[in-house]
């Protein structure tokens, strides 16, 4: 069985530093890894995710993560943020192996940008 | 393109008293459907999947129940709701596979009181 830790659950950061959300998965078998984000009372939509090759993965909104095999890591990252990056970020893992697509999610890390 | 429909976007209801949420999905074609629930620093938990009509599959035991009637609809339901049923409830779709990109709808903020 698959499971995914964020262990930051609130990260404040004052507007245009950089910051990284954390994230640590444990599985038995390969997983495809992805980074959502969700804006207060919306829904979740992708930022990245990776399945294979460079293990720099660059999504939307200037964000990018890495991943990192011997730490079970896939921390994600942004150089500069702005107000509008206030929002909750999800880690997910998906087994190769699974045909149905479903994620395993982290409880989550609310990113606050103060200006 | 393809759209994501949830309603209603909330809902109160009494303990006891049954529930009905609908997720529709445009544009696309045997999407693979999810039902998710998402409470206050719990993350997102996944209730239901369905990768066709009339399949069900349901990831945990509890006093909800899904339908897929038709293919590009999802219907979460309860006979009797329970207090602990309150949250955030989400559908998404997918093309299948585990590579594949989640879409999610908008959500319905469900109150039990």
């Known amino acids: 069985a698959q499971s995914v830790t964020q262990l930051d659950s609130q990260v404040p950061v004052f507007e245009e530093a950089p910051v990284e959300l954390r994230c640590n998965y444990s599985s038995s078998v390969s997983v495809y890894l992805f980074w959502y984000v969700q804006y207060p009372n919306q829904g979740l939509q992708l930022l990245l995710k990776y399945l294979s090759g460079s293990t720099l993965v660059k999504g939307i909104n200037g964000f990018e993560a890495e991943f990192n095999k011997s730490q079970t890591s896939f921390h994600l990252r942004k150089p500069s943020v702005h107000i509008s990056d206030t929002a909750e970020y999800f880690c997910?893992?998906?087994?190769?192996?699974?045909?149905?697509?479903?994620?395993?999610f982290g409880k989550g890390t609310k990113l606050s940008v103060k200006p | 393109s393809q759209t994501i429909h949830q309603w209603p976007a909330t809902l109160v209801q009494p303990v006891g008293s049954p529930l009905s949420l609908e997720c529709t999905v445009e544009g696309t074609s045997n999407p693979n459907l999810y039902w998710y629930r998402q409470a206050a620093g719990r993350g997102l938990q996944l209730l239901f999947y369905s990768v066709g009509i009339g399949q069900i599959s349901s990831e945990v035991p509890q006093n909800l129940s899904a339908s897929r009637p038709q293919d590009r609809q999802f219907i979460l339901s309860s006979k009797k709701l329970l207090l602990s049923d309150s949250g955030f409830y989400l559908c998404?779709?997918?093309?299948?596979?585990?590579?594949?990109?989640?879409?999610f709808g908008p959500g319905t903020r469900l109150l039990v009181l």
């Open positions: 998404a779709w997918s093309r299948g596979g585990p590579a594949e990109t989640q879409y």
């Open positions: 997910a893992v998906s087994d190769l192996r699974g045909s149905q697509g479903n994620l395993i």
